[in-house]
């Protein structure tokens, strides 16, 4: 996993300006500046991007480019993101399917403690961890582990 990029002063205020565009209606001109503040890796707009192609907001539906754009927050540690991709990946939705490495992002936004992140993704996390580890297979689950413990040994 890599570490989030600390944002500049500008990107952040970038951003903040984006954020007020959208809430006021601006989806538009709000998903352009994200997109571009997404494309010098800010993770934040990265998860935003992300959601707007999932919710099918500012631009049409499309689940790849949605995982895409989350994948990349994911790397940098954003919960929300790592929780979007776990399941995307569990379903086969916007990727390939991968259950057990759908497993294990979600394990992985289970024990994310963001300040920033909203309280229940933790939990949202671990319920729907729990419920593919029970629809997964024996090899599935022994995939898993041995994520789990590479990441573990390299310090993830």
Known sequence: MEIAMQPTQQQIDSYMAAHQAFMAGNHDSSFNEMKRLAHEGLADAQHFVGWCYEQGIAVESNPEQAFHWWEKAAEQ??????????????????????????????????????????????????????????????????????????????GA
């Open 77 to 154: 540690g954003i919960a929300e993101s790592q929780n979007a991709i776990g399941s995307m990946l569990a379903a086969g939705e916007g990727c390939k399917r991968n259950r057990p490495l759908g497993a294990y992002w979600l394990a992985l936004a289970a024990s994310t403690h963001d300040e920033n992140e909203f309280v229940t993704t933790a939990a949202d996390s671990e319920k729907a961890l729990k419920q593919l580890l029970k629809e997964m297979s024996s090899d599935e689950i022994n995939e898993f582990k041995q994520m789990a413990e590479a990441a573990a040994q390299q």
